[in-house]
């Protein structure tokens, strides 16, 4: 009977993860076909298409306002690519109906022929095709001339109100906890005046993946997520711009993020305690001290 069981489980998976990926399928047939505006409108209904088959119930904490503006950074701790991305695309496009969003994204992402996962596998026959019907802009991580074109295409996208989501330490933690940001980012948002704003993913179980560990789908279905939308760090009237000092704006939107993550569940209400009917005692004045 356990067996059975178990034979049951691994074959709803497999038809959810087939379902999942149909929809990314059809995702990038219809951004060859279709023109640019209307493919971009694909990316937004298979996104929630997506979430829905994950079944990724979001919690959203913070000022949604700040995803409503241009020239804008927006920096993420980071679990999992494949689901990171979509909901944090999904919660923009909810409050943002004019700035298009890109995400910076590893090159080999969906480039893996060797993987046993047939998900990745497929995907890397298509490569080019899936990155530029994902909004993502590739990154060779490690290639100084590369990162050089990246900084050049981030700096153009802002300049061209487009607005773009970076995971700053450059690689996924399974618990989501970053350790440390790169700085390259951060210099280039000194240089060009970018906003930059925080945002902690909080997922109810630990769903990331460190580097080389394939993608496991059984961790990501059903698992809800909190996303804390910090305070906007303004070019205009942060100091670290103005001093230039990169390092203290990595910093900064470090703790804030690390802030975000190591925040709890909201503390449920409870109901009111009862007044009391019998007035306290009033205290009187300590006696003096007999001699």
Known sequence: MFIIRMNISSVILKARQCLVASFFILNIILYCILPKFASHDALIFFNKLILSSLNTQVVVHGNTDHLNRNNLLIMANHYEGFI?????????????????????????????????????????????????????????????SDGIVVKNIIAEYLQDNKNIIVFPEGVARTNGVPRDFKTGIFALAVEEKMNILPITLKYKRDIGSERHEPLDFSKIFDCPVDVYIHE??????????????YIALKDKTLKTILMGELAGPEPKRTAPEPKRTAPEPKRTADLPVPA
């Open 232 to 245: 906007l760090i303004d070019c205009t009237t942060e100091p670290c711009y103005q001093t230039k000092d």
């Open 84 to 144: 990171d991305g979509n909901v944090l695309y999904n919660l923009y496009y909810k409050y943002n109906k004019t700035n298009k969003l890109y995400t910076i994204a590893k090159a080999d992402l969906l480039s893996d022929p060797n993987s046993k996962n047939v998900f990745l596998k497929s995907f890397s026959c298509i490569k080019d095709a899936a990155l530029n019907s994902m909004s993502l802009i590739p990154y060779k991580r490690g290639d100084k």
